[in-house]
């Protein structure tokens, strides 16, 4: 075990001091030393592994998201922002590199004060949309449809959320079924309830829940009704409470 | 002498006990109209103290953006400024020609307006606006003295005894611009005077002739850029001198209330600042003249939005906690504070597991023991602008998302016209179970007004045991709610008078013990924002109806016992009538 720990130390700085010095590290490996060093609490090495992998592979959508895990565990929001806005004047048409940007974003968020949330969100947003103009994708489509339903309703955001987790529904229908998929069922029947069309709200997660039977969330949902529903919606979509924005769904069920 | 506490031989003390008032009115809720279950009546206009409050209009090129963030002013502060027994309460306008007043209590739940007569009403004009006001005795001669807080200078008036009062302030040593919307008074360096602590909402520029837009906030969670606590010692001689530095409160948030308690019960007031657009403070009392800011260990540093700095024991654990309200809508989820006092000057935030973390927009909000049944429940005001259909908040957040946006500069805030932020929200009425969790209660006693409130006082106005309720309202009338509390739960109210200590005692504490329990309560120097309730110490009793001693501790330090006092009573306790000292 020791000796792993210090495989992974010594990976990750080998790695990281090859970069440093022109040297072309794989990125895949670079990602590895990282895992490992992140793996054994040595978040310094780990952030720098997963930044020259980035650097060599920018639109690598795993490669972020491990990034930006990390970054939430060493409290790095800054650092996380600061090598995104870089990676993306990098790499201005890396569409994953964009959305990895919004999701940084998205991470500080309840880290932040009240004020500086909305900022955080709008910006995130401004983001994901730059994914979607150079590649429309499914990710990007659910990631900015959702982010508007935590928009509070003054904001009239919520139908561009629809909207949007409509598009991410046509594509997931025209393909193979993803486990993945289940979130754009609760999601949009959440924009239609936000909406205030109940019975479209209702149909959706109905509809969801028979592809996805098990799934707890839209029980939940589906179990309530008025205030009841309201409150356990709102606390879903609690800007305070961290949203999960690990991605590694997106491969582990590949 | 003691020899220790077991030892102590507490004879019946021959208390300087006035019962001032007899027992209970019978049968209160007999003949009335509303629900029986209902405890609160609102008798605003059989009161006659239904004169509407109306906001500040500016002057000046920044008047229609200042306008929405100027909508204050409306305050309410209570105290038997006459001796005759009733609690009287000064109510403050904030318009140019408004006037402020001051409703003398006739004793039977009608008030007259006696202001312009007791020469207090003229607290507005081109030049300043009424913000706030504070009763403290300052020279000690047993009769409160008044202080109207304002945008502008503020005005003290020397109680003379006769219904008629005479503004000092310049004598004083308090005239200074200042742009003020709260005031505290307590003896911090125990020299036997109260102290004045002024909060200051902009810096001391001229609001009303600002030779500079940028005044305003500079950021909304950590703004550095406001007017901060100045603080003036009480010379005992009539004047002030300000001490501000000295005492180590120099500081530049927008400050919108303080409160003052003793926290770690080292006989020493500390002093919680709740401020706007940023941090809170918390200064613990050194003891030696001076405070230290020890927020950092004491609550941690926050974004929130402070409105108001309550003390009080909630779960009766012999600490007094804090309310602290912020803001919560749905687009600023913010959350108030509870702060549970540890015990070791460090406090932790329970307001999530108590359900007092989402009010609204809030404002003043008071611990009193609504059905005397020896808990503190909690009264909160709520609203900002209740104006059109049309809200506020997407103008605001439009300004704030600008890239390099100044913020200091008031020609970047959009201006609020005839729209609505947070508007039209409900007080909160909070009933407090066994000091575990409030449940909300203010839709069943009628005390769920949506008008936007600002401050709230609480006093027995009947003298009948049970504690009413003057709530003021922005750009509104206020509302008078007398308590109808079916008759049965005990309680026990003491007026208390310092001799070696401030003669209104601010900062006394009282603990009294009855059944095997001991209650915590204390006289406030005019704690939470725009209203500053009665100075009696009241102690709900529940079913106990027998006392077994009440311990005060001085402002001094000095504490007394008393025995033999009786329940459902107001006793006055004068400093060191009792034979029985610690």
């Known amino acids: ?207 969801g829940l028979r592809e996805f039977p098990d799934n707890a969330q839209l029980k939940a949902r589906l179990a309530r009704n008025g205030d009841d529903l309201k409150t356990y919606i709102d606390n879903e979509l609690d800007p305070n409470k961290r949203v999960d924005t690990n991605l590694q769904e997106l491969w582990a069920s590949e | ?48 103290i239904n004169s509407k409050h109306t906001n500040r209009e500016f002057k000046n090129p ?234 950092k260990t004491a609550i941690g540093f926050d974004t929130k939005k402070g409105m108001n700095a309550e003390w009080g024991d909630f779960d009766n654990d012999g600490l007094l906690d804090i309310f602290v309200t912020n803001v919560t809508d749905d687009y600023m989820r913010e959350g108030n504070f509870l702060w549970h006092n540890n015990g070791n000057l460090t406090f932790s935030d329970v307001s999530r597991e108590t359900g007092t973390y989402e009010s609204g927009w809030g404002w003043g909000a008071k611990f009193f023991d609504y059905d005397n049944d020896g808990w503190l429940d909690l009264y909160v005001m709520n609203g900002w602008v209740s104006a059109g259909s049309e809200s506020y908040v997407p103008d605001i957040f439009a300004m704030l998302v600008k890239p390099g946006i100044d913020l200091t500069d008031a020609r970047s805030w959009p201006p609020m016209g005839k729209k609505s932020l947070s508007g039209y929200e409900k007080k909160r009425l909070y009933h407090n179970e066994h000091g575990q969790v409030f449940t909300e209660q203010s839709a069943r006693h009628g005390l769920d007004s949506i008008r936007d409130g600002r401050g709230v006082a609480i006093a027995d106005f009947d003298n009948d045991g049970r504690l009413d309720v003057f709530v003021a309202n922005a750009n509104a009338e206020p509302y008078l709610y007398r308590n109808t509390l079916p008759t049965g739960a005990h309680w026990v109210s003491f007026l208390l008078e310092g001799r070696r200590s401030n003669r209104a005692a601010v900062g006394a504490q009282v603990r009294l013990t009855a059944a095997g329990q001991t209650w915590l309560r204390y006289v406030s120097g005019g704690n939470s924002f725009a209203g500053q309730s009665s100075n009696r110490v009241h102690f709900g009793l529940g079913e106990v109806a027998g006392i077994d001693r009440v311990e005060v501790r001085w402002p001094t330090g000095e504490k007394e016992v008393f025995t033999g006092m009786a329940a459902d009573r107001l006793h006055k306790i004068v400093e060191g009538s009792s034979k029985n000292k610690n």
């Open chain 1, 1 to 207: 075990m020791m000796r792993a720990i210090q495989f992974g130390h010594a990976a990750a700085a080998l790695i990281v001091g090859l970069a440093a010095y022109g040297a072309p590290a794989s990125p895949e490996a670079s990602f590895q030393a990282a895992q490992k060093a992140r793996a054994t609490g040595d978040l310094t090495a780990a952030l720098a592994g997963f930044e020259t992998a980035l650097a060599l592979d920018p639109d690598n959508i795993r490669y972020g998201s491990e990034y930006r895990q990390a970054a939430i565990q060493a409290k790095e929001y800054e650092r996380s922002l600061k090598f995104f806005e870089k990676l993306v004047a990098d790499h201005p048409n890396s569409a994953k590199a964009h959305l990895n940007y919004g999701f940084a974003y998205v991470d500080k968020i309840p880290a932040a004060g009240s004020i500086t949330q909305v900022i955080l969100a709008n910006t995130a947003l401004t983001e994901f949309t730059r994914s979607i103009d150079i590649s429309p994708s499914w990710i990007a489509y659910y990631t900015r449809g959702n982010s508007y339903l935590f928009w509070p309703k003054v904001f009239l955001r919520a139908p561009l959320g629809v909207a949007d987790l409509e598009k991410a529904y046509g594509m997931q229908k025209a393909g193979p079924k993803r486990t993945y998929h289940v979130r754009v069922y609760i999601s949009l029947g959440d924009g239609y309830w936000k909406t205030d069309n109940m019975d479209k709200a209702r149909a959706i997660w109905t509809e």
């Open chain 2, 1 to 48: 002498m003691l020899g220790g506490a077991k030892s102590v031989l507490y004879r019946r003390a021959v208390v300087v006990c006035v019962s001032l008032i007899a027992c209970l009115t019978a049968a209160a809720l007999a003949g009335t109209s509303f629900p029986a279950t209902r405890w609160f009546e609102d008798i605003t206009k059989a009161a006659r």
């Open chain 2, 62 to 295: 920044y008047a229609h953006i200042m306008a929405g963030y100027t909508a204050l002013g409306a305050s309410v502060v209570v105290a038997d400024y006459d001796g005759d027994g009733f609690e009287d309460a000064f109510v403050t306008d904030s318009s140019a020609h408004g006037k402020n007043h001051l409703y003398h209590n006739n004793g039977n739940l009608t008030f007259t307006d006696v202001a312009e007569r007791a020469g207090v009403a003229d607290g507005n004009d081109e030049e300043n606006a009424s913000s706030a006001a504070l009763w403290f005795d300052y020279n000690n001669d047993g009769r409160p003295d008044l202080l109207v807080v304002r945008f502008g200078h503020n005005q003290l008036f020397q109680n003379l005894g006769n219904g008629r009062f005479k503004e000092v302030t310049r004598g004083a040593g308090l005239y200074r611009y200042l742009n003020a919307i709260a005031a505290i008074a307590f003896d911090y360096d125990r020299d036997g005077y109260v102290d004045l602590f002024v909060a200051c909402y902009f810096q001391p520029v001229n609001v009303f002739h600002p030779d500079t837009p940028r005044f305003f906030p500079e950021n909304m969670e950590t703004a550095n850029n406001g007017g901060g606590v100045p603080v003036f010692h009480n010379n005992g001689n009539g004047t002030f001198t300000d001490v501000t530095d000295k005492v180590g409160l120099r500081q530049s948030g927008w400050a919108l209330d303080m409160g003052h308690g003793d926290a770690n019960n080292d006989g020493f007031d500390d002093l919680y600042v709740a401020n706007d657009f940023g941090t809170d403070r918390f200064f613990v009392n050194n003891g030696n003249g001076t405070f230290s800011d020890i927020t």
